[in-house]
């Protein structure tokens, strides 16, 4: 994978968990909901830190991170 695909979801995740825990703060959604985006994009913000933590500037194979 591409560093710069890589940040997109990276920062895809991250702004679903803060634009997520915002609406809860808000309540404008309700608890159920915001812990469904928390459950879901945690693991992903996980996964995809430890690709681009590990990506080169070029190609490169994907580490295994025991995901």
Not at 6 to 31: F, H
Not at 45 to 66: K, N, S, Y
């Amino acid at each position: 994978m591409k560093r710069k695909t890589i940040t997109y979801g990276l920062a895809a995740s991250a702004i679903g968990i803060v634009v997520a825990w915002a609406a809860l703060a808000a309540a404008i959604i309700p608890p159920f909901a915001a812990a469904m985006v928390f459950v879901i994009a945690f693991p992903v913000l996980v996964l995809f830190l430890g690709l681009w933590w590990r990506a080169p500037g070029g190609e490169g194979d994907i580490p295994f991170i025991g995901y």
